[in-house]
T-cell receptor, first 110, second 112 residues
């Protein structure tokens, strides 16, 4: 079983709609959580960190549920430019070992 | 430099050849990471350095893979006797203490 698991999608979302998806992690000692975005054939880039109390950055909202060991990402008012693969990243008890999920593909359609 | 620089961007190797992939991190970034990304998959952790010290190499798939960062700046990932299953994009990232990883564009390795 992989340490970080994601629904691969694709999530097909009409422009302007809301989409949400989760990521589960297996290591209960995990300390830090992030969402990265990866466009086709490009490198991953940080979208946002995920804090224990949940946090929002514009149209993006991230939540952490330590009891059930999952994090979530919600995108409101989807734009065509939001089409990408969203990678869940978890840092365990080894500081430098950032574990990536396989990614969730989001396709926003006109 | 302004960002993480990797070379070569593309490498085609015959099975059994040795390859060396270079990463030049963002100036001043103490931590450096190597990841392997196969098509349709997320990046898989290979190893990371803090300055010149390799603190975790648990992700290296076999003893054919070797990474070094002798002066705490540029790093090289070496793959000996390449196999077809080594075909992937090799991503290098660097970071300061904040934990945000800044990735290079990757080196795409194809083993024939």
């Amino acid at each position: 079983r992989k340490e970080v698991e994601q629904d691969p999608g694709p999530f097909n979302v009409p422009e302007g709609a809301t989409v949400a998806f989760n990521c589960t992690y297996s290591n209960s000692a995990s300390q830090s959580f992030f969402w990265y975005r990866q466009d086709c054939r490009k490198e991953p880039k940080l979208l946002m960190s995920v804090y224990s109390s949940g946090n929002e950055d514009g149209r993006f909202t991230a939540q952490l549920n330590r009891a059930s060991q999952y994090i979530s990402l919600l995108i409101r008012d989807s734009k065509l430019s939001d089409s990408a693969t969203y990678l869940c990243v978890v840092r365990g008890d080894s500081w430098g070992k950032f574990q990536f999920g396989a990614g969730t593909q989001v396709v926003v359609t006109p | 430099g302004a960002g993480v620089s990797q070379s070569p961007r593309y490498k085609v190797a015959k099975r059994g050849q040795d390859v060396a992939l270079r990463c030049d991190p963002i100036s001043g970034h103490v931590s450096l990471f190597w990841y392997q990304q196969a098509l349709g998959q997320g990046p898989e952790f290979l190893t990371y350095f803090q300055n010149e010290a390799q603190l975790d190499k648990s992700g290296l798939p076999s003893d054919r893979f070797f990474a070094e960062r002798p002066e705490g700046s540029v790093s090289t990932l070496k793959i000996q006797r390449t196999q077809q299953e080594d075909s992937a994009v090799y991503l290098c990232a660097s970071s300061q203490a904040t934990g945000e990883l800044f990735f290079g564009e990757g080196s795409r390795l194809t083993v024939l």
